[in-house]
């Protein structure tokens, strides 16, 4: 890994929208000031939505319902702003309240979701493939709300059928090699139901070949328990991240992967910056989108992809040693002005570090570099890496935690790790505060 930009990509999740006809305040207008002041800086790959698209809650968030407004709203959104950015996405539980199955004149998804006719087509699954010169990459979303979707509170939880489990059986355990399986649900693993394929594969047998399974859904819990809603399964060496919510906390994630090194920041739209106008976005007579009068300052965003972050190594579906064989630091810097305008800052374990990061990336590929000797570091201990990006009076920082021993370190979650590791269909569970609060509030 040197300071050529090549054998790196990256893509963007995003989730729980809750496109909303009776909300100013979060919901649309958060997606509203994404869509226009950061997909513009970022240009991925591809954006993966998680589910949730739309709120299908009445003004006093009692009764649910699917409402046309609020799904011309999503589609008008993504057809007058995404451009050229490939753009994927799925049905959350909120999106199948009140349905009766998929036919139903009710399942607005069907009419105006992007991905619908992939959903149906792959009966819940469906997959695509990044080809590049150094690889290939899997991407599978599912679909895991219930095919006959009940109102609040009961369809928190979501299953994958017999039926499923063959179509991701089929579209995972293939025997065409992937450098990366990525695959993309609502639900996390701990509110799901899993049933069994046709010819007796699990869940835990498809993770197996996953290198991180992508959900939202939880909204970070309640009270600062779920900022780290993460795990790493052991035995499946599989990640299962859980990405916060647009709705509420504007936020997003940048997932690079770099020599097929995973890492992935998560970032929230600044908020505070966002008027409080009492108004709820409105489609113009024309269709057109109602959207925000000025771009949001955005500080710059930082994604480190060398040295890959520790708390995140996947023992057997990465090539660990690359870092203690490489020359240079490498990371990303999405920014709204040019590279040549922004200050950036290293520091190694709190102290600068003396090389000078240089940017060798492109319009396309914001990569910087710096020269580093991963043999300084190389002492089985964990070390931090903090780089600070800096324009005007903005700055964007991001830390990794890291070693060349190749050990894991604990991703110290917290309660949100230990929750992603429980199964919450256990009886003690379900009758539980955490159970009526999420079944109530997600």
């Known amino acids: 890994m040197d300071d050529t930009p090549s054998n790196l990509f990256y893509f963007v999740q995003i989730s729980d929208l809750h496109v909303s006809k009776f909300e100013s305040q979060g919901h649309t207008t958060h997606f509203l000031h994404f869509m226009r002041s950061v997909l513009p800086m970022l240009r991925p790959e591809c954006v993966i939505v998680t589910g949730d698209l739309t709120d299908a809650k009445d003004a006093h968030k009692i009764k649910t319902e699917q409402y046309k407004e609020e799904w011309e709203m999503y589609k008008a959104i993504v057809e007058q702003s995404a451009g050229n950015v490939s753009w994927y996405d799925m049905k959350g539980n909120h999106d199948a309240f009140n349905l009766a199955s998929w036919e139903s004149a009710h399942n607005l998804y069907r009419d105006y979701g992007k991905s619908a006719k992939l959903i149906h087509d792959g009966h819940g699954v469906y997959a695509w493939d990044i080809v590049k010169p150094y690889g290939r990459y899997r991407f599978v979303a599912a679909d895991a709300t219930p095919k006959r979707g009940p109102g609040r509170p009961l369809n928190f939880f979501g299953y994958f059928t017999s039926a499923v489990m063959d179509r991701l059986t089929s ?99 600044p908020v505070d910056q966002i008027q409080k106008t009492g108004q709820i976005p409105v489609l113009g007579p024309d269709k057109r989108v109602p959207w925000p009068p000025a771009k949001l300052e955005i500080a710059p965003v930082v994604v480190i992809t060398n040295p890959k972050d520790s708390r995140y190594v996947l023992a057997h579906k990465e090539p660990f040693h690359l870092p203690k064989r490489s020359s240079h630091v490498r990371f990303l810097v999405f920014s709204d002005t040019e590279p040549s305008e922004l200050r950036v800052r290293i520091f190694f374990d709190d102290k600068r570090h003396p090389f000078p990061a240089t940017f060798v990336g492109n319009a396309s590929l914001p990569l910087w570099v710096s020269t580093w000797d991963p043999n300084d570091f190389d002492d089985r201990e964990p070390h931090t890496i903090r780089i600070e990006a800096v324009v005007g009076d903005r700055m964007g920082q991001a830390t990794t935690i890291f070693r060349m021993d190749a050990m894991r370190d604990s991703i110290r979650g917290g309660f949100g790790e230990w929750f992603m590791a429980l199964y919450v269909l256990d009886p003690r569970f379900i009758y539980s505060p955490f159970a009526v609060a999420g079944a109530t509030g997600l």
Do not use: W
């Not at 509110?191 to 399974?213: E, I, N, P």
């Not at 916060?244 to 739209?269: E, P, Q, W």
């Open 171 to 269: 579209t995972i355990l293939q025997s065409t090699l992937y450098n990366h399986t990525f695959v993309f649900s609502h639900y996390p693993t701990t509110t799901m139901v899993f049933g069994k394929s046709s010819t007796g594969k699990t869940f835990q047998d498809l993770a197996s070949r996953a290198s991180v399974y992508f959900c939202g859904h939880l909204h970070r819990l309640f009270g600062g328990l779920g900022d780290v809603l993460q795990r790493y399964n052991y035995q499946t060496d599989m990640l299962e991240l859980e990405l916060a919510d647009m709705k509420d906390h504007g936020a997003y994630r940048i997932v690079a992967i770099d020599h097929d090194l995973i890492s992935f920041t998560d970032i929230d739209l």
